[in-house]
């Protein structure tokens, strides 16, 4: 077996009543285990941070870093792996939806030689319409997303060392970590588990966040909804073009047409339609290329107990 020390990156905003909880589920698996716990205290409204101030303050495996405020979980996780020491790190969900007893099955992958170890759900307990919404989405981005994303892998999985260097390499503002995941490759292995609802707490995944999600995973990762917008605007063209000449002949053939108020409207309405789509797609892209321009850091640390910052 190889010798492992372990790390658990727990991203935590609000979760107050569930950091104990956790990090007791996580002491019954990781008894015999060298590790850290390393929270990352997302700028959380409530007594989160007390809470894992106080674990940290009577055991020295609980590490944190705490943000100056809410930068979204995709910073923390950021923040996490640069600050994680593991030589392999569990990326989990402060809110015990994902299951504690799985950390052996992502440490045996491990073991046996995998960079990554994904933990895979069902959609058990989601909305129906969430379920359904995910489903179509999944199929869309099947299309057109050059790196692989599959429906239930989510952020929960371990990463060797070695895989969490190559995400840290990547080093865009706008993080979309499922992808960033996924485009780093390496051999993956994936264990499987059943959803649970979430006991206490919130999500804080409202549709409108979920929807915008969606949005920074198909244009995070190509350009391919640009090219749509090209091979549209050409095929329209030629469409155009063509009634245009079938008109003509016609015109020649007949004299002039009665004037046609309904292809008129309809043609603007359409083409307005299809322009201002193609412009709000460029837009997105332009918007990241200002957001990238900035350098701004992904979030700023007001506490931690850890030396290590990169
Ligand atoms: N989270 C975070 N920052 C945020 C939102 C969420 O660190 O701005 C954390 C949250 O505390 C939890 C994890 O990310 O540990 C997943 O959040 P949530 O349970 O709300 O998402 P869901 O399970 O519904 O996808
Ligand atoms: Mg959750």
Same mark, same amino acid.
Request: include cysteine.
């Given at each position: ?43 959380? @409204? ?53 299951? *504690? ?18 933990? +895979? ?12 919404? *995910? ?17 239930? @892998? ?35 292995? *994936?264990?499987?588990?059943?959803? +649970? ?10 549709? +409108? ?16 909804? /640009? ?51 193609? /412009? ?23 506490? *931690? ?6």
């Amino acid at each position: 077996m190889k010798a492992c020390y372990l790390s658990i990156l727990i991203p935590s905003y609000n979760e107050s009543y569930n950091i104990p909880l956790i990090y007791q589920a996580l002491k019954e698996q990781l008894a015999k285990m060298d590790h850290e716990i390393l929270f990352i205290d997302d700028g959380s @409204e409530d007594d989160t941070f007390k809470q894992i101030h106080q674990l940290a303050a009577a055991h020295e495996e609980v590490k944190y870093v705490s943000f100056t405020r809410n930068f979204g979980k995709e910073a923390a996780l950021l923040a996490g792996l640069r600050h994680a020491r593991g030589d392999a790190v569990i990326i989990m969900d402060a809110d015990l939806q994902h299951p *504690t007893y799985l950390v052996s099955e992502l440490l045996e992958g491990y073991q046996e030689g995998y960079d990554q170890v994904v933990a +895979k759900r069902d959609r058990n307990g989601d909305s129906k319409v969430r379920s359904l919404l *995910t489903k179509i989405y999944y199929k869309i981005i099947d299309q057109v997303v050059d790196v692989k994303l599959k429906d239930g @892998e989510g952020d929960f999985r371990l990463l060797s060392r070695k895989a969490v260097e190559a995400v840290l390499e990547l080093s865009e503002g706008n993080r979309f970590s499922k992808g960033l995941f996924s485009w780093i490759g390496f051999e993956q292995k *994936t264990v499987y588990y059943s959803n +649970k609802v979430r006991d206490n707490g919130d999500s804080k995944w409202s549709y +409108k966040k979920l929807i915008n999600y969606g949005i920074e995973g198909i244009v995070s990762f190509n350009q391919k909804p /640009l090219r749509v917008c090209l091979y549209g605007g050409l095929i329209i063209m030629c469409l155009a073009l063509l009634y245009i000449l079938v008109m003509l002949v016609q015109i020649i053939r007949t004299g002039v047409d009665v004037p046609g108020y309904f292809s008129i409207i309809s043609s603007v309405l359409f083409l307005g339609g299809v322009q201002l789509v193609s /412009l709000g797609i460029i837009g997105e892209y332009v918007g990241r290329i200002y957001a990238e321009t900035k350098r701004r850091p992904h979030y700023l640390i007001r506490e *931690t107990n850890m030396d290590r910052d990169l």
